[in-house]
């Protein structure tokens, strides 16, 4: 059974890179120790070396990418409920596609935080961390952390707001007086991703990258 | 006979044990020289054959005379000696075909002697000083005094049985630098004893015959000493204690020494070597009117002989500085090049860490001053190493100031190692080299490869759970069928 149990492709896989991660982990920290080289584990010297460019990019991609994420799942759940229920009800079909906006919207947060963020990655000459400046790494963070704001916001969003559409539509299938109040609960779904995106807003007010 | 024999060797055993202690006083260098002796008696006379001593031990004074005096209270009285000036035993490893090759064998008489003589005794390292006084010993016992002879001598001679004589062939032996006469001298010996052998047996005359010489021809002594301290090592050899090691080491590096490889600068505060420089090539360049001159100072600091000057060097707890002195250095007359150094603890690291903090460039009076606080550091019981130390190229060290005369400097250090502290047996410690092993482009790298594995490893989740919708399947119901018209 437990064969069986391994079989599973899920299984393969979340052991084999579980497995990946932490034998690699285990196995540093182990050579680490052992070679009485732990001091030259350094934190520091990592987020300074590292290029602020990377975190930049890093948090341009992750702002469109999981925010597209997050409105693709909305989209996906709330149009097969549509759908099906509209095989039986096809009344539900033009009231409910507000939910699919609502889906989308978070998209579109995403895209506009990805050009709002790309659009302050400036060129800037320096080498070496005394010549970049803090400034330049404060930029570089910002970004990362304003990406990633808001890409886990409305991916979250995004889901909350295909779930909540998808019960709606079923509902309305049984009986039209339900929608508008369970259109209400899409809206304090559909909040969230607003939020992420003021917060991501604030993080890349004061960034200014360049020399 | 035998009563004043015992006193006789008794008086001899004092006085060559008087003469032995002076010898080795004397030689006490040499005292590991040997030279071989072989002893064989003549055929019919049947001697009781004494234990040949074990393999590598060297025989003594007092075994060799017991061993001559049983040799030849049994023996015949009449002793031939072939005294060669010099012989080894590698003599007979390169000349007698001892590798299967008989036939170049430069003794045949020799082994022929051996083979037909009833009892023989091979003595193959007899301590050198000591074998000399084998005719000292054979005069005693005998009481004759020895006869000169060769071998026409011989021939005229008339020997008898029952009286002791002593008769002494001496035999050449090649100056040693030319192997092709050493073989025809020791051919020629042969022959000699061969002759002499059948000359004895004509006379039918039982006797006692010995091979040996009056000093080695090798200097066997001068290898095994190399052996035990200079290059190599026996593989039984203990090794004692770590002044032993030290001492070895520290030959060894001098034997070792080629060009290219020496030894660091050191400077000693007292007697403890207190700081540590090596690098591959030290190097400054100055930009002046619009060109770069530069100069080498490697020759005059490193290298085998060169002991640079190093007033003003100081070193304690927390601080070390190391001064070079230079004289006549791109037109200044003095010319300085210091490392400033300073450990302390570090509360969040909770070690001790090291830092270069600056390389300075003094010159008539003026001072140009690198930092190097921001890249060379190591933890302060380590060294630290970099292949490349430089201010212009991937630059560990940059001017203190943009005003600073340094900006006009280029200071280029390769395959530079230094130490300021802890410094023990005046070996550097462990090297904390400048290159990790990720450099910050991988990490980088394995970031954002990370990153698209878990993105992926999401993506491979999502599509493994997709099912087939099969809640209308109907095994058993009619087939779908799509018609082909509307």
Redesign the interface.
Known sequence: MLLECMMN??AI??TG?TLAFWSTILIVGICYTIFDLG??FDVA??LT???PF?WAS?GIGLAI?LSVVGAAWGIYITGSSIIGGGVKAPRIKTKNLVSIIFCEAVAIYGIIMAIVISNMAERFTGT?P?TIGARNYQAGYSMFGAGLTVGFSNLFCGICVGIVGSGAALADAQNASLFVKILIVEIFGSAIGLFGVIVAILQTSKVKMGD | MATTGTMHLQRISASLAVLLALFSLLNSAKCDEQVPLILWTSEGVSTSTQAPPAAGHIVEQQQLSSYLEKALNEGAKNVVLFLQDKMSIEDFTMYGGAFGNKQDSVYPNLEVALMSSSSRLVLPAVSWPASNAVIGQLQDQLETSPLYMDPETLSQLRLNASSSALLVFRLPYGIGADLMSAKEILSGNDEVIGQVMSIMKSQSVPYTAIYTALRPSREAASLSMEAGQGGGRSLLQYRGGYRDRERERERQRKVKERPGVYGPVEFKEGDETCILLWAKSLSVKILRSGTWEDHDLTPSTFGEGVSPKLHGSSCDKTKARLVLNYENVLGHRSFKLMFAMSQRHYKV?A?RWFTLDAVELEYDGTKATFNGS?HIYA?AEYSYRCESVTNFRW?LL?PRTSKDPSNQWRVSFEDFQIQGFNVSSSEFSYA?DCA??FS?GI??GL??SL?M?L?L?YG??MI??LRTMDRFDDPKGPAISVPQTE
């Open positions: 492709g899920h896989l979340y890179v001091f030259r010297w990592f070396e590292t290029s990377m890093l990418s070496t005394e | 690291s070690r921001r933890p630059p940059t904390s990790g092993f910050p990490w980088m970031i954002t990153l594995v993105v490893t491979l989740h493994m759970q």
